[in-house]
């Protein structure tokens, strides 16, 4: 009789990629997600709804859009497990960054407080030497 191979031997289907990895995969997937619904919800409410100035919303809000594509792609890279997924990431945490500086700025307090916890721990988490030679291990397997 044969034996079926253990747990063990079988490959790890992440990729030997760290949890850290897989929380900060999920987290840009949110991010990303939310601004495809903001971006969209942004050009119908200006393009059908009631607005003040009906082009400048279809304009932002299709710049919203090209940069949740960008997004999207790098939550694409990160499910994955890419080397390049990290730099867009981390671009893209630095503006939630800004973004919690501004709603603090506007007197939203615990939410801008908390936006900027999410983006800096994305950061930090993305920018650790573990995360970098994981990443680097996963790139040299898959060439080999």
Same mark, same amino acid.
């Not at 031997?9 to 949890?19: E, R």
């Not at 903001?38 to 940069?67: Q, W």
């Not at 939630?96 to 939203?108: E, N, R, T």
């Given at each position: ?10 490959? #790890?289907?992440? @990729? ?5 990895? $897989?929380?900060? +995969? ?18 119908? /409410? ?14 932002? &809000? !299709? *710049? ?7 997004? %999207?792609?790098?939550?694409? @890279?990160? %499910?994955?497990? /890419? ?11 630095? !503006? %939630?960054?800004?973004? &919690? ?5 506007? #007197?939203?307090?615990? !939410? &801008? !407080?908390? +936006?900027?916890?999410?983006? %800096?721990? =994305?950061?930090? =988490? ?5 995360? *970098?030679?994981?990443?680097?291990? $996963?790139?040299? +397997?898959? /060439?080999?």
């Amino acid at each position: 009789m044969t034996e079926s191979p253990s747990a063990q031997d079988q490959p #790890d289907p992440a @990729g030997a990629l760290p949890l850290t990895w $897989r929380i900060c +995969t999920a987290v840009v997937g949110v991010e990303a997600f939310a601004l495809l619904g903001y971006a969209l919800y942004l050009t119908f /409410r200006s393009e059908f709804g009631h607005p003040t100035n009906s082009s400048e919303g279809v304009a932002i &809000g !299709i *710049y919203l859009l090209i940069l949740a594509a960008g997004i %999207v792609a790098a939550f694409a @890279g990160m %499910v994955r497990g /890419r080397r390049w997924s990290r730099s867009p990431a981390i671009t893209a945490n630095l !503006i %939630v960054v800004g973004m &919690g500086w501004y709603l603090i700025k506007a #007197d939203q307090m615990a !939410i &801008g !407080i908390l +936006t900027m916890i999410v983006g %800096v721990a =994305t950061i930090g =988490t993305l920018a650790t030497p573990g995360m *970098y030679q994981a990443l680097e291990t $996963r790139h040299r +397997t898959r /060439r080999a």
